[in-house]
């Protein structure tokens, strides 16, 4: 399996590459990361005007101190070739491709990609938000061990998901969650990260605190978001708590003394943690100082 470059993806906020004050104000916010969208939030007629923005932006702000990843349309539809072109040429860490059904949707992407950077330092997020989307996981996720794949993280897209599928309004999730946890295996099983899908209520913090929670416990990497709203409570419900870094801090420390330090399991605080908790531990001390830097 290949060894991606661990990156705190919390908080992942949407931001329509036509509304030129978010555009102008989103590297000041404090999500992990942006995403610039010209497919769902662009009309067909703002095609353009929304590419020529992304391309002045990137031009301004050749560093930024977030990821930066911009969301193309699909490729095979009237937008897609003329905004893998624009999104090229600004040089964003990744860009995210939705509607997703076989591995190839992404390859056709990497190929073109190579033609101009061969060293894969423009990487691939993929959409999953069609029932191919979630019939194929597996397979998907697995193409990203692919040389030249560039596939990096999965993003859970919950609305295209529902209409495609034909639920009946709001009270889907609970329809979705198996879905969900589906698509959270096949990450984990070929090391990629998953963000979940959006939740559209923004001024409802108390229901989205809610989803952020019920995600974290399902094991997703963060948020996706609409509304810088949303920001504080999924930094926080993502990031590391301090209790858990205390816990992280004391695995570490007991596997690290004399007697441990050929243990395969030790007791500590009256629970059994076993090797594989200490490798959980340093990546969670990892994430937290990688938050607290920001
Ligand atoms: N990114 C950056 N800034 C944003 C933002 C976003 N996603 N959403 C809102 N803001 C900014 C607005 O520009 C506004 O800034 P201002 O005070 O300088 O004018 C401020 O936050 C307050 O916005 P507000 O009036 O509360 O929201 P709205 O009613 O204008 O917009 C949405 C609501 C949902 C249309 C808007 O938040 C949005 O477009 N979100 C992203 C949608 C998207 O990308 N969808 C596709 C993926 S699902
Ligand atoms: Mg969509």
Not at 167 to 173: I, M, N, S, V
Not at 282 to 290: F, G, I, K, N
């Amino acid at each position: 399996m290949s060894a991606r470059p661990l990156r705190p993806r919390r908080s992942v906020l949407y931001v329509p590459a036509v509304n030129e004050k978010a555009v102008a104000k989103s590297g000041t916010l404090a999500c992990d990361t942006v995403i610039y969208d010209l497919e769902d939030s662009v009309a067909p007629a703002a095609k353009e005007e929304a590419r020529e923005r992304l391309r002045d932006h990137f031009k301004a702000h050749r560093e930024a101190r977030q990821e930066r990843v911009i969301r193309i349309n699909a490729l095979s539809s009237e937008a897609g070739p003329e905004d893998l072109l624009a999104a090229r040429a600004c040089k964003p860490d990744a860009i995210l491709i939705p509607k997703i059904d076989v591995p190839r949707d992404i390859g056709d992407v990497a190929d073109m990609l190579a033609e101009t950077d061969a060293a894969d330092t423009i990487r691939l997020w993929a959409m999953m938000e069609t029932p191919k989307a979630i019939l194929n996981a597996a397979k998907i996720a697995e193409w990203g061990e692919t040389p030249g794949s560039r596939l990096d993280c999965l993003v859970v897209g919950a609305n295209d998901l529902a209409k495609d599928l034909r639920l009946p309004g709001a009270a889907d999730r609970a329809v979705l969650r198996p879905l969900m946890t589906q698509l959270v295996v096949a990450a984990r099983a070929f090391g990629l990260d998953i963000i979940d899908a959006v939740f559209n209520a923004f001024r409802d913090e108390a229901g989205f605190a809610a989803e952020c929670a019920e995600a974290a416990g399902m094991g997703f990497d963060g948020k996706t978001l609409i509304h810088p709203l949303q920001i504080e409570v999924a930094n926080r419900t993502f990031g590391v708590s301090p209790e858990r870094e205390a816990v992280a801090q004391s695995i570490v420390a007991a596997f690290d003394l004399p007697e441990n330090r050929d243990a395969g399991v030790i007791g500590l605080d009256g629970r059994m943690v076993e090797r594989l908790h200490l490798e959980d531990a340093r990546r969670t001390l990892a994430l937290a100082a990688m938050q607290r830097a920001d």
